[in-house]
C-alpha cells in the first residue's frame, strides 16, 4: 500500500529556486547594470506594448527565470501536500526549469562562457536554474513509499 506523504528535499530546492528568484531582483545582473527589478519593468512595459519584442530585446532570459523562479516556489508548497508521488508535479518543474537554464545559458553562450562578466543577480538566477532541476528530478524520480 503507498502511504501519503511529502517530499521535503524537493520542496526545500524548489522553494530556494523561487527566493533565489526574489533576491535577483534586488541585485544587479551586469557590473553597472540593471537589477532585476529594472529588467522585470523593462518586459512588463515591452509585453504590454508587443510582446514579440522580448526576444528581440533579449528580455525573454530575466522573464524567464524571474516567473520561473515564482513557479518553482508554488509549485515547491504543492510538494510538501502529501501524496502517493508527486511525479505529475515534477515532470512540471522539469518544464520550468528546462526553460530556466535556456534562459541562463543563452547569455552565458553570448558571453563566450566569461561568467565574470555578470554580477550577482545573475549567479542567483543561476542557483534558480541549477535549484530547480534538482528539486524537479528529485520530485519526478522518487516513487511512493510503500508500506
Known amino acids: 500500500m503507498a502511504v501519503r506523504r511529502g ?13 533565489a528568484a526574489a533576491l ?5 545582473w ?3 547594470g540593471p537589477t532585476g527589478l529594472d529588467l ?14 522580448l526576444f ?18 508554488l509549485l515547491g508548497l504543492l510538494l510538501l501536500v502529501p501524496a502517493r508521488a508527486h511525479r505529475a508535479l515534477g515532470v512540471l518543474a522539469l518544464l520550468v526549469a528546462g526553460l530556466v537554464v ?15 562578466t555578470f554580477d550577482l543577480g545573475f549567479y ?3 542557483g534558480v536554474a541549477g535549484l530547480g532541476l534538482l528539486g524537479a528530478l528529485k ?6 513509499k510503500v508500506r
Not at 63 to 68: P, R, T
Not at 102 to 116: C, E, F, H, M, N
Request: glycine share 12%.
Open 139 to 144: 520530485a519526478l524520480l522518487t516513487g511512493p
Open 7 to 19: 517530499d521535503a528535499f524537493g520542496a526545500l530546492c524548489l522553494l530556494l529556486a523561487g527566493v
Open 30 to 32: 551586469t557590473p553597472d
Open 102 to 116: 535556456a534562459a541562463v545559458l543563452v547569455p552565458s553562450y553570448d558571453r563566450d562562457w566569461q561568467l565574470g
Open 124 to 126: 542567483f538566477a543561476l
Open 40 to 53: 522585470a519593468r523593462d518586459v512588463v512595459d515591452q509585453a504590454r506594448t508587443d510582446w514579440t519584442g
Open 24 to 28: 535577483s531582483l534586488l541585485l544587479p
Open 56 to 73: 528581440d530585446r533579449g528580455l525573454w532570459q530575466p522573464g524567464a527565470v524571474l516567473a520561473g523562479g515564482a513557479v518553482l516556489f
